[in-house]
């Protein structure tokens, strides 16, 4: 069974500092990994997406990586601003029944940057 | 586009109480999750459809939960009779072809719907 771990579960930093969120899983049959970011009251929203035969992806301040022989990734964030504390979790898509997909999230970390 | 719609964003009840949780996938999106999220568990996946034909129901609970999907614009998730360690925010999801071997096709979350049972 899939089991998704994100590490640390919460982080406190002060603006402007670089970051790195940590998430691993057990199984490395995976089609892919997302992180999503969740704010306060809200559903997620999908910041980044790493295929499994990628290493990384980037978006602006965001970069991810992918190591799934050793089942893990990061989220490297840089120059951290107050409007990126939020709630940011890690997805992997494995095979559901059939030929579908699902994806099993950790249980995320939850970044506050100070102004 | 309106997004995932979710109903009510906000429900109290009281234990033994029926609740129905409702959500309307996004046109032409024909794979739907229900996941549920509380502090001490994060995000468990309860069920899914892929057109409309439940798939996976192993992550529901208990026999108190169930889910319905009659068309392809409208799900609901019922708990029946409801308990207080049922309190959670209640997601819904809904994707394009969400098959195991295609590409990119992300999952649109929905505002979720917090649910109270006293």
């Known amino acids: 069974k899939q089991e998704v771990t994100q590490i640390p579960a919460a982080l406190s930093v002060p603006e402007g500092e670089n970051l790195v969120l940590n998430c691993s899983f057990t199984?490395?049959?995976?089609?892919?990994l997302q992180w999503f970011r969740q704010d306060p009251g809200k559903g997620l929203t999908s910041l980044l997406l790493i295929q499994s035969s990628q290493r990384e992806q980037t978006s602006g301040r965001l970069n991810a990586s992918l190591d799934k022989s050793s089942g893990r990734s990061t989220l490297y964030i840089a120059a951290s601003q107050p409007g990126d504390s939020a709630t940011y979790l890690c997805a992997v898509k494995v095979r559901g029944s059939g030929n579908t997909g699902k994806l099993i999230f950790g249980q995320g970390t939850t970044l506050q940057v100070k102004p | 586009d309106a997004g995932v719609i979710q109903s009510p964003r906000h429900e109290v009840t009281e234990m033994g109480q029926e609740v129905t949780l409702r959500c309307k996938p996004i046109s032409g999106h024909n794979s739907l999750f229900w996941y549920r999220q509380t502090m001490m568990r994060g995000l468990e996946l309860l069920i899914y459809?892929?057109?409309?034909?439940?798939?996976?129901d192993s992550g529901m609970p208990e026999d108190r939960f169930s889910a319905k999907m009659p068309n392809a614009s409208f799900s609901t998730l019922k708990i029946q009779p409801s308990e207080p360690r049922d309190s959670a925010v209640y997601f819904c999801?809904?994707?394009?072809?969400?098959?195991?071997?295609?590409?990119?096709?992300?999952?649109?979350f929905g505002n979720g719907t917090r649910l109270t049972v006293t």
């Open positions: 999801a809904s994707s394009f072809e969400f098959m195991w071997d295609r590409g990119f096709s992300p999952l649109h």
């Open positions: 459809f892929n057109n409309n034909v439940p798939i996976d």
């Open positions: 199984d490395s049959a995976i089609y892919n």
